[in-house]
């Protein structure tokens, strides 16, 4: 089945800094969808993006839809100590279980403030 | 604000215990989702509810069953529970099943098994 490998698995940044993290697939996915998931809560959707090549801001938090449809960026300007949490990439499934999301394996953020 | 509830949010049962989890959504979505969440783990999908169709993920174990009454409550029922269903359970709600694909999670509920 299709898999999305996400990376790093996690990262530990000062308060402040700016972060990076990818999301990457050997199929091509037709949506991209970025989570953060807080300790002891459900995962809250941060963006979704539909076209390749496609760059869309909220707040802080910039995702990129990768050119070739097998990729996905997330970059977090200037950190601070609420962006802790793990962030998954998701896309739905091919074929036809299209509304099965496969998740990444998630990033674990930690902001040393 | 439009939402998906969880309620209990904590859960304790006794090991072979029945338990159930129940889900409700103000966003009046045709579609809910089960999901099973462990530790560092990413969310896995048991069940979903298209309106009243109900379908069962193939490694979904029998244990796991669902009910939804009406398009705005959804519930999990473990029947006999087992030290191994300890986990987070996420319900999750998407306007529709082909898409768009975004889901929207409820703020789960942490089972334990003693």
């Known amino acids: 089945g299709q898999q999305l490998n996400q990376s790093p698995q996690s990262m530990f940044i000062q308060e402040g800094e700016d972060v990076s993290m990818n999301c990457t697939s050997s199929?091509?996915?037709?949506?991209w969808l970025w989570y953060k998931q807080d300790p002891g809560e459900g995962p809250v959707l941060l963006i979704a993006?539909?076209?390749?090549?496609e760059l869309t801001s909220n707040g802080r938090l910039t995702a990129q839809f990768g050119i070739t449809r097998k990729d996905s960026f997330l970059n977090i300007s200037a950190s601070i100590p609420s962006d802790v949490g793990i962030y998954f990439c998701?896309?739905?499934?091919?074929?036809?279980?299209?509304?099965?999301?496969?998740f990444g394996k998630g990033t674990k953020l930690s902001v040393i403030p | 604000d439009a939402m998906v509830i969880q309620n209990p949010r904590y859960q304790v049962t006794q090991f072979g215990k029945p338990v159930t989890l129940s889900c409700s959504q103000t966003?009046?979505?045709?579609?809910m989702y089960w999901y099973q969440q462990k530790s560092s783990q990413a969310p896995k999908l048991l069940f979903h509810?298209?309106?009243?169709?109900?379908?069962n993920e193939a490694d979904t174990p029998d244990n796991f069953q669902s009910r939804r009454p009406n398009t705005s409550f959804c519930f999990l029922d473990i029947r006999s529970p087992g030290l191994g269903d300890a986990a987070m359970y996420l319900c999750?709600?998407?306007?529709?099943?082909?898409?768009?694909?975004?889901?929207?999670f409820g703020p789960g509920t942490r089972l334990t098994v003693l």
């Open positions: 509810y298209y309106d009243k169709d109900f379908n």
């Open positions: 966003l009046n979505h045709n579609v």
């Open positions: 999750a709600t998407s306007r529709e099943r082909q898409g768009p694909h975004e889901q929207f």
């Open positions: 998701a896309g739905p499934s091919s074929g036809a279980g299209s509304y099965q999301l496969t």
């Open positions: 199929s091509i996915f037709n949506t």
């Open positions: 993006l539909y076209k390749a090549g």
